[in-house]
């Protein structure tokens, strides 16, 4: 093919790669300048001037996109902060993360909104901002959403904790309903949770921790989807976790109920027999479950019940998460090993943290028979799962008028990683960009990662290292 643009500086050639997104899979170099796709062909003259990136043997896909991350500005900066969060969302593959707004002070006006819009202006990622759906986050009076609304806020939670009055919960959805946004709860019931540390079953009475019953989770479900269909406004489920709470989300969508739902990485490949060592660093809330949880995440995954994987990426200081496990805070970072830990644990259908047989994946690839206990995905549904569909959720989107998730074609926004699945490496905590080294996976040998990632046509991240 002939050069198709003129040279001029910024260009950037992404050569050798399989392009997979929501209109198939095909081979094709990919010609990008200006922040915007210029080509998409089998074979591509390197411009004059043009940087090559080698995407020889990996997928060439839209940026991955994180509906969850603690970003902790403002307020633990010691923890982490939007530049070196975004710094590890970019090197995990991310183009697009929406930071929750459990920070000090919490987001619950227009003006601290924008200023965490500002401060992530220079980031190697996109970021965006959810707001709290009650001031301070205290569960007693409504934010004004349309305000927040109007800056660009398009999900609203009070993550970290549930909103547990319900008449105020229905007047939220009340509320949202009349604007273009999506309320995300943290399904959690505090006096059926309170005063665990792990999940309530089997591993919690051997090790002697008191447990939090999949209860606490599944009620506060089923709670907001009867909220959810008396007022048609939209539910977002975040890091749902029990077995339960699928059945309730199957139900739903089954009755027409607008309701979305994500799960993690992290309650994908651990489970509950994880806290055995009494590290906190496995402790999370929700709790990582039981094996039949986990079973039930993965199929819910496969089915295409479950709509978004989502890091819930959470920093802590070694000062709070250093400590005995009752009194550690909950929480692991994963924006960087999200996408290796998934494609793991759906695509291989790699054994959980203990060793054990595998929770519901298949290693061989190919489909699964429905309902056999070896559903599992192609890589394609996969990031279906970490790139346009979150990215419908968050109002990113660019069939919705955003800059993420979109088709890979000429003419489109340049917010695209490249993912070498077989690439090897050892997580390092010690190496890693987030300011905080509570992963529960240190050690651990993963398989794929981002080689190459481009934000608004500028590879900041390239062959594994960060640009900036």
Not at 86 to 98: D, E, M, N, Q
Not at 113 to 131: H, K, N
């Amino acid at each position: 093919m002939a050069d198709p643009a003129v040279a001029t500086g910024d260009q950037t050639l992404i050569r050798g790669g399989v392009v997979v997104d929501e209109t198939g899979e095909r081979r094709a170099d990919v010609l990008v300048a200006g922040g915007t796709v210029v080509a998409v062909a089998e074979a591509i003259d390197v411009p004059r001037g043009a940087r090559v990136l080698d995407a020889g043997g990996c997928i060439v896909a839209p940026g991955l996109v994180d509906l969850h991350a603690h970003l902790r500005e403002p307020g633990d900066e010691e923890a982490e902060c939007i530049e070196s969060g975004a710094r590890a969302a970019a090197l995990g593959g991310y183009t697009a993360v929406v930071a929750m707004p459990n920070t000090e002070p919490p987001v619950d006006s227009a003006a601290l909104a924008m200023e965490i819009l500002a401060l992530g202006e220079a980031a190697p990622c996109r970021i965006s901002v959810a707001g709290c759906i009650t001031m301070g986050r205290a569960g007693e009076r409504l934010v004004p959403m349309a305000e927040l609304a109007a800056v660009g806020v398009r999900i609203f939670t009070d993550d970290g904790a549930g909103v547990q009055d319900p008449d105020l919960m229905r007047r939220a959805f009340e509320y949202a309903g009349d604007l273009p946004v999506t309320l995300g709860e943290h399904c959690e019931d505090s006096r059926l949770a309170a005063g665990g540390h792990m999940n309530e079953g089997v591993a919690s009475s051997r090790l002697g921790i008191p447990g939090i019953p999949a209860g606490a989770e599944e009620v506060m479900v089923a709670r907001d989807l009867i909220l959810a269909r008396m007022t048609g406004a939209r539910l977002h489920l975040m890091h749902l976790s029990s077995a339960g709470s699928f059945e309730l989300l199957a139900a739903a969508k089954a009755a027409g109920i607008a309701v979305t739902a994500e799960v993690t990485p992290h309650h994908l490949s651990l489970t509950d027999e994880a806290l055995e060592s009494y590290d906190p660093v496995f402790k999370v809330n929700p709790p990582l479950r039981s094996r039949q949880d986990v079973a039930a995440a993965r199929a819910g995954c496969a089915s295409g019940l479950v709509d978004a994987l989502a890091t819930d990426h959470a920093p802590h200081r070694s000062e709070t998460k250093d400590l005995p496990l009752d009194q550690a805070s909950p929480g692991m970072i994963g924006l960087e090993t999200a996408f290796a830990v998934a494609l793991g644990a759906l695509v291989r259908g790699e054994p959980d943290l203990r060793g054990e047989p595998d929770l519901g994946g298949d290693s061989r690839g190919g489909s699964g028979e429905a309902g056999s206990g070896r559903e599992h995905l192609g890589v394609a549904s996969l990031l279906a799962l970490m790139s346009w569909r979150p990215a419908r959720i968050a109002g990113l989107s660019q069939d919705r008028g955003g800059d993420q998730g979109g088709p890979i074609m000429a003419g489109r926004p340049a917010n695209l990683c490249v993912l070498d699945t077989e690439h090897t490496w050892v997580v390092d905590p010690s190496a890693m960009a987030s300011r905080s080294r509570n992963t529960p996976y240190a050690g651990w040998t993963l398989r794929g990662r981002a080689r190459h990632t481009i934000l608004a046509g500028e590879p900041v991240v390239v062959d594994f290292e960060a640009q900036r």
